[in-house]
């Protein structure tokens, strides 16, 4: 956790919702990154950023969208397209390329009823 | 691209015993492994990381030891406590202009008193 707050904690949408997650870091950190967590299996990149107005797609893109407008902040949006958006997300930080080291956030839990 | 398995997915030990998890990976260029423990509800914290140059490290409790050749890593924990119910990730880490970490499925540990 430390320095890096993603809220709410729980959120509930309907179904064919946009919804958007907020993560934002004070730990001056380049890089971002979003999670997702499924029951029973380990953490699935969506996205991450490694700097300012960059970001790159990860291994389960398809029905996200995200943006990378300043330093703190790597917000999530799940859209409408997302077949399947009930899950733990999270957010992790890295300090730039030269690091390894991913530190987390509490994470959200995304209920689409 | 890069794969790694964690075995056992669940693991229930009796308080004083050791835990061992095992983590393999598939590419050979993968530098950095890193062990994180999530507990219920909160996001993933790294509790100790080895780099392809080391064989071996120790934290206490906690040891962990990286067979390149093999390609497998694992994580030791000595004389368990409660408080070390949680699930543990292993994870390998590639360079690839920034660090892209991919995660094992996750070990349910419990630690019976």
């Known amino acids: 956790d430390g320095g890096i707050t993603q809220s709410p904690k729980y959120l509930f949408r309907k179904e064919g919702q946009n919804v958007t997650l907020s993560c934002e870091q004070n730990?001056?950190?380049?890089?971002m990154y979003w999670y997702r967590q499924d029951p029973g299996q380990g953490l699935r990149l969506i996205y991450y950023?490694?700097?300012?107005?960059?970001?790159q797609k990860g291994d389960i893109a398809e029905g996200y969208s995200v943006s990378r407008e300043k330093k703190e902040s790597f917000p999530l949006t799940v859209t409408s397209a997302q077949k399947n958006p009930t899950a733990f997300y999270l957010c992790a930080t890295q300090r730039g390329p030269a690091s390894n080291e991913q530190f987390f956030g509490p994470g959200t839990r995304l209920t689409v009823l | 691209g890069e794969n790694v398995e964690q075995h056992p997915s669940t693991l229930s030990v009796q308080e004083g015993d050791s835990a061992v998890i095992k983590c393999t990976y598939s590419?050979?260029?993968?530098?950095?492994f890193p062990w994180y423990k999530q507990e219920l509800g909160k996001g993933p914290q790294l509790i100790i990381d080895?780099?392809?140059?080391?064989g071996e490290k120790k934290d206490q409790r906690i040891a962990v030891t990286l067979n390149k050749t093999a390609k497998h890593f694992s994580l030791h924990i000595t004389e368990t406590q409660p408080e070390d119910s949680a699930v543990y990730f292993c994870a390998a880490s590639i360079n690839t202009g920034g660090f892209k970490t991919i995660f094992g499925a996750g070990t349910r540990l419990f630690v019976k008193a």
């Open positions: 730990l001056n950190h380049d890089a």
């Open positions: 080895i780099r392809s140059n080391v």
């Open positions: 950023s490694q700097i300012v107005n960059d970001f």
């Open positions: 590419d050979s260029a993968s530098n950095y």
